[in-house]
């Protein structure tokens, strides 16, 4: 059974965080993200559930007093565990399929269906999302991506050096800007 | 790119198209979680992966791969899916504003546009240059022929006056054609358009900002706020929501104290008790249960957060409260 948090023990973890709430919140925030893509990245579909399992277990050892110097080694060692028992759940879940009635297999299809968005649902949420940035990030995006295979590198590099940044630091700004407009495409397409 | 970021880049390659041995992997896992510096790259890594699938630049093994270990979750293939979406926005984008730059030229050229324009034909530029070379020295000699008549007579037949006349107006329309400077105008005018054009290569960025500055419009993930029911009640602090101004909403967790139902619904009820959002169709997991919501519907104040769902006698009954603040920066 899963357990419940409690706020102490939320609070408790951060506090181990950081002093400050405000910087706790965004640690909290950010190793959640990590833990996300952790268990994204171990093709599991059930990324934030089993991330949130993993926050129950390091609240649960910080509530109890114990001492833990690095949470997010402490947590990324809890979610190597928590991702081997999925894959044995996953394992059984693959033995009893034969039982599960076929109604239930094509709700469940279903439901996967309708979460998906159309082609041109898409196309008309992320005009409407890129309208939605500044003009430089636009410009910025379009630039970055206005290419072909046989000039993109060449094209990235001048594009870097045009705004005196290493291209390193180019990539890693237009990833952003990209999980951004993903992030707001995706949203857009659940409210159509 | 330094030898080192290449080396790491490998290394992440190997770790996105699971390449690695189970040892190694959870090794790297672990330093992933830790660094968050890392973590950027495996990102920007893994979006350049996609970007390479998409853009068909994998070689046939890695698309082998990428195929059979990286598409295997819904997730990925919605992203691959939006990468090729934003990929043919962007070229089509970038061909309309061509067009439409374009068409507005046209309309703001002068009448001697369509002139300048034939001279960049290369075969009527040629052309033109060896008609005018003809007119000229043509011009030149029958001018300079009429001044001494003797000769001419001599060797040619007089010059009629349909002649001379004609000569004139080539000159003339030479010299309307072209005028001093015209060619440079054109020229200017044809990088200026060039220039009006949202210049791809040129986007006015600031260029002393830094990748890990925090930069308006730049994505931020989402935050989270766990809540708990009755911590008002019970005498706790109002959780508080910090909403940047940059962020497309927040993520609300509730946390359960038993999950008796399947289906559940909430709705957020600002001070003044209106209803400002409305979610129907939640789930509880692992006793929780959490929901996006806009900014665009939390302003600054408090919230309360009304949970319900709906017993075996599809009658709704109320589970619990959840109150928060929001304040926007």
């Known amino acids: 059974m899963a357990e419940i948090l409690t706020q102490t023990g939320f609070d408790k973890l951060l506090l181990t965080l950081d002093a400050d709430r405000e910087q706790a919140g965004a640690k909290y925030e950010s190793l959640r993200v990590r833990l996300i893509k952790f268990f994204e990245w171990r093709n599991c579909e059930r990324a934030e559930e ?143 | 790119m330094t030898e080192e970021i290449l080396q790491s880049e490998k290394e992440i390659r190997r770790f996105l198209l699971s390449e690695m041995s189970e040892d190694e992997r959870s090794v790297f896992e672990a330093r992933f979680v830790a660094d968050e510096s890392l973590f950027e790259q495996i990102n920007v890594a893994e979006d350049e992966l996609i970007e390479s699938y998409v853009r068909g630049t994998l070689s046939t093994a890695e698309k082998t791969i990428f195929e059979r270990e990286f598409l295997s979750t819904e997730n990925r293939r919605r992203r691959v899916a939006f990468t090729r979406s934003m990929l043919d926005k962007i070229k089509k984008e970038n061909v309309i504003v061509a067009n439409k730059t374009e068409l507005a030229s046209a309309k703001n050229s002068s009448v001697w546009t369509p002139f300048a324009n034939l001279f960049k034909t290369p075969k009527f530029a040629l052309g033109a240059v060896f008609a005018l070379l003809i007119s000229v020295f043509g011009g030149w000699f029958l001018l300079r022929n009429s001044n001494q008549p003797e000769i001419v007579r001599q060797i040619t037949p007089t010059p009629t ?47 002393n900002q830094n990748a890990n500055q925090p930069e308006q419009n730049i994505s931020q993930p989402a935050p989270v706020l766990a809540l708990f029911a009755g911590t008002v009640r019970a005498g706790g602090k109002m959780p508080e929501l910090n909403l940047p101004k940059t962020v497309a909403g927040a993520t609300l967790q509730l946390n359960l104290e038993s999950t008796d139902y399947k289906i559940y619904s909430i709705e957020i009820i600002n001070p003044d008790g209106g209803q400002i959002f409305k979610n129907s169709k939640l789930k509880a997991r692992n006793s929780k249960i959490n929901f ?23 009658e709704t009954e109320s589970v619990a409260d959840y109150s928060f603040r929001v304040s926007r920066k």
């Open chain 2, 161 to 207: 006056a349909e002649i001379i006349a004609s000569v004139q107006n080539q000159n003339s329309s030479v010299n309307q054609n072209n005028p001093p400077d015209s060619n440079t105008n054109a020229a200017e005018n044809l990088s200026i358009n060039k220039n009006d054009l949202p210049n791809a290569n040129r986007p006015k960025v600031n260029a």
């Open chain 1, 50 to 192: 089993l991330t949130d399992a993993v926050f129950d277990r390091v609240i649960k050892k910080v509530a109890m007093g114990e001492q833990i110097e690095n949470i997010a080694a402490y947590a990324a060692t809890v979610a190597q565990f928590i991702f081997k028992e999925d894959c044995r759940r996953r394992e059984r879940l693959f033995e009893s399929i034969e039982d599960v009635p076929e109604a239930q297999i094509a709700a469940q299809a279903n439901a996967f269906a309708e979460e998906s968005e159309t082609e041109d649902e898409r196309m008309n949420c992320l005009e409407k999302c890129l309208a939605e940035f500044s003009g430089e990030n636009r410009r910025l995006v379009i630039a970055y991506y206005d290419t072909d295979e046989r000039t993109m590198i060449a094209t990235r590099k001048r594009l870097a050096d045009e705004m005196k940044i290493s291209l390193n630091i180019l990539r890693i700004r237009v990833c952003r800007l990209k999980a951004k407009l993903e992030d707001c495409t995706r949203d857009c397409c659940r409210k159509i």
């Open chain 2, 292 to 314: 996006f919501v806009p900014a665009a519907k939390l302003q600054a104040g408090e919230y309360i957060v009304r949970l319900s769902a709906l017993n075996s006698n599809k």
